[in-house]
């Protein structure tokens, strides 16, 4: 019975000694002398001499240890993550792209101990942050040779299922990042199920394309380790060429994709998504925001025999707690597709239209922030420790849940109760639209909102033809009183940034 | 200076807001390129220099500043 996540993975090495655990798809890898690639069995090894090195820095039970990698770096990244855990320590996984500030504010909040980082720059942090006790971990090639002296021998852990594994940082509406923490425990009913759920072995080649420092990632991760499937990290430079991307995908023979629906949304923009290309894909999950049915439709058309599957989950219960195998193309394209049923060891239930989630993959919490962990973790009559997710739902005729919008995204407009998600997929239905987003803005004038939606078009079109093309779907009161054509801004997990398109509006009026 | 990259810089600068100091500034590093202004800039090749973009052929190494996207237009031509 696997209690540590970390114990997946030395069981997959007893199992499996030679089967690569992490290979780095790289053009010019023969020449290279970095270590792009790993098999299980040596990536134990590895991980368990750079624990005692973080021991003997002096890591301990409960400590934080934050890691900061670009994604070429994964191999040392992986390696970093079960050493932290193999010191019955928490690991803070940081994107390698975050303003200074931002990273800054991050180890503050956290207390974290060690900094590991490999190929980001950090001069401008070093100058940022305050404290003077953080160490820093540059994993490069001399500090490897070094590392490589340790023992081998694995580790005695102390730690127990409940105790956490990570904390990850999410948006905080305040501007300060919150950091949620998740369990042994919680990752476990997470990887369990899906492997089980989706026939995960061994011989699976799994995508790793979310940064380390997006929940997406836990599902790769542990679903690798557990099984003892190879992870092939994709690198942020290939998501960005369609044609290297897809080529990546065939020469490694990925069998099982995973990644935000707008990586999928760009690679059929590309023009490349035929029947014929793809061959060994078996497993296409997405999550992380709704994937626009029109693009869906498409994907699925093209590949009638790959499986499909919506995910669904707040960062703060682990990963997935609701699915939905999409069973044919669907055909009402201004409808997002379903968020679906409980995952195993989980439970949704929708309390005034909110959806709550219950069950082994709720988190603790928010990182010493007991006032907003009371705010959204609370006790249910007959239900136990639940979060409010903040997401609106409604349950479908055959049990299956759909998303509607946030709760901080439902409007009145005019006295008209409007779901900006409703407005979206009505905007996402039109050919023409790249990207949109409604958001509803105070307007001074009549003390109410006023609905101002942004749009990125692939061909030009002008503000009152987008209008009456929306009024063939949805009500004339939700129909914008303003077009605003640009660019959309994205947080750092790749989702459309609307504060800071509503602030940027307010600026601008100003 | 050839004409396409002027073109270039003129619409990249243009759409994204950024200011690309020279023609060698690699546009991913700097954030210049990413999914969405990628699409926009293979639909203004195709469209307004009437060059047809090979998606296949484009990579991180051939396709990340001002001058090596304009000598990879040329070979298209």
């Not at chain 1, 990273?103 to 100058?127: F, N, T, W």
């Not at chain 1, 089980?196 to 679903?223: A, N, R, V, W």
């Not at chain 1, 990644?259 to 490349?272: K, R």
């Amino acid at each position: 019975m696997i209690k540590l996540i970390q114990e997946y993975f030395t069981a997959s090495a007893e199992k499996y000694p030679n089967n690569i655990a992490v290979d780095v798809w790289h053009e010019e890898k023969k020449t290279k002398k970095e270590a792009l690639e790993m098999s299980f069995s040596r990536l134990d090894q590895y991980s368990n001499q750079l624990a005692r090195h973080l021991k003997s820095k002096g890591v301990k039970r409960g400590d934080r240890v934050a890691l900061m990698f670009m994604k070429i770096a994964s191999v040392d990244a992986i390696a970093s993550i079960l050493a932290i855990l193999k010191c019955d320590a928490v690991y803070v996984p940081i994107g390698h792209n975050l303003p200074a500030a931002r990273v800054a504010k991050i180890l503050d909040d956290s207390g974290a101990k060690l900094l590991i980082y490999r190929l980001c720059p950090i001069e401008e942090l070093k100058k940022q942050i305050k404290r003077q006790d953080l160490q820093f971990i540059k994993l490069d090639y001399d500090d490897r040779l070094q590392i490589y002296q340790e023992s081998t021998d694995p580790l005695p852990y102390a730690n127990t299922s409940d105790d956490a594994a990570y904390i990850m940082y999410t948006s905080g509406s305040t501007g300060n990042p919150k950091g949620v923490m998740i369990t042994h425990a919680n990752i476990i009913n997470a990887t369990d199920w899906a492997v089980e759920e989706f026939g995960i072995t061994s011989e699976d080649k799994m995508s790793q394309h979310p940064p380390l420092s997006f929940d997406l990632s836990t599902f790769d991760l542990y679903c690798a380790f557990k099984t003892g499937a190879t992870l092939y990290p994709v690198s942020d430079n290939l998501s960005l060429f369609p044609g290297e991307l897809i080529k990546f995908i065939e020469e490694t023979g990925l069998t099982v994709w995973n990644s935000v629906p707008s990586v999928m949304v760009y690679l059929w923009n590309s023009g490349l998504i035929k029947p014929d290309r793809l061959p060994t894909l078996r497993k296409i999950f997405f999550n992380g925001e709704g994937f626009p049915a029109r693009y869906l439709a498409e994907w699925m058309k093209t590949y009638p025999d790959k499986q499909f599957v919506n995910m669904y989950g707040p960062t703060e219960t682990t990963v997935q707690c609701s699915f939905y195998r999409i069973p044919a193309p669907p055909t009402d394209l201004t409808k997002l597709v379903p968020i679906g049923k409980a995952t195993g060891g989980m439970e949704i239930f929708a309390v005034d239209g909110e959806l709550y989630v219950g069950g082994k993959g709720v988190g603790l919490g928010y990182w010493h922030n007991p006032q907003k962990t009371a705010e959204s973790f609370i006790e249910f009559p007959g239900k136990g420790r639940v979060y409010k997710t903040g997401d609106l739902v409604s349950l479908r005729g055959d049990g299956n849940y759909e998303f509607i919008g946030r709760k901080d995204n439902q409007v009145k407009v005019r006295g008209n109760r409007i779901e900006l998600g409703d407005v979206d997929a009505a905007l996402y239905s039109l050919p023409y639209v790249n990207e949109a987003v409604a958001i509803a803005i105070p307007d001074i004038a009549t003390d109410g909102n006023k609905l101002v939606v942004f749009v990125d078009l692939k061909d030009k079109k002008e503000e009152q033809y987008i209008k009456e093309d929306l009024a063939k779907t949805i009500p004339n009161y939700m129909i914008p009183d303003e077009v605003r054509f640009s660019k959309l801004p994205k947080t750092s997990t790749g989702k459309i940034d609307r504060p800071k398109l509503k602030n940027d509006y307010l600026r601008s009026k100003n | 200076m050839t004409t396409y990259e002027a073109k270039i810089k003129t619409f990249l600068e243009k759409e994204t807001q950024h200011q690309i100091e020279s023609d060698g500034t690699n546009l991913i590093e700097k954030g210049v390129l990413d999914s969405f202004s990628m699409i926009k800039l293979i639909n203004f090749v195709e469209t307004e220099l009437g060059v047809k973009v090979d998606m296949e052929e484009i990579t991180p190494g051939n396709f990340n500043s001002v001058e090596t996207i304009a000598r990879k237009i040329e070979t298209w031509r």
